[in-house]
């Protein structure tokens, strides 16, 4: 659920989740990061349900999901309506800091241009 609701919450725990083959981040670090956030998807009683049966086994799901080209469209329309209010209700914040790293973006584009991967920048 969070892979595909909260996808910033989502990489957020994995980043700091021990890289292994299957990783499991611990209950404590899933809580601790989803109770500081303030999506309205973490506020859910579904969340609350699938959070409950995590704690009490782990990776194991009962009944899996495969992510269809159905579900893929729901979720994808999830994330850009989201990304969309965030944009307008910072949209301020976002132009301030563009202009402040003005430098530091015309930097990265000079980069691009010479062939640089993007990760690597």
């Known amino acids: 659920m ?6 910033v919450v989502y990489e957020i725990i994995m980043d700091m989740t ?3 083959v299957f990783p499991e981040p611990p209950y404590l670090l899933i809580t601790t990061v989803c109770k500081g956030s303030s999506d309205p998807s973490l506020k859910k009683e579904k969340f609350f349900r699938y959070l409950e049966e995590y704690a009490d086994l782990g990776l194991y799901c009962k009944r899996p999901k495969v992510l269809t080209a159905k579900r893929k469209v729901y979720y994808d329309e999830i994330r850009k309506k989201k990304m969309e209010r965030f ?11 563009m202009k402040k790293n003005k430098y530091l973006f015309d930097r990265v584009k000079v980069k691009r241009s010479v062939g640089y991967q993007d990760r690597y920048i």
Do not use: A, F, T
Not at 2 to 7: A, F, G, I, S, T
Not at 87 to 96: F, G, K, L, T
């Open 2 to 7: 969070l892979k595909y609701e909260v996808p």
């Open 18 to 20: 021990l890289v292994s």
């Open 87 to 97: 944009i307008e209700r910072n949209r301020d914040r976002i132009d301030r800091l």
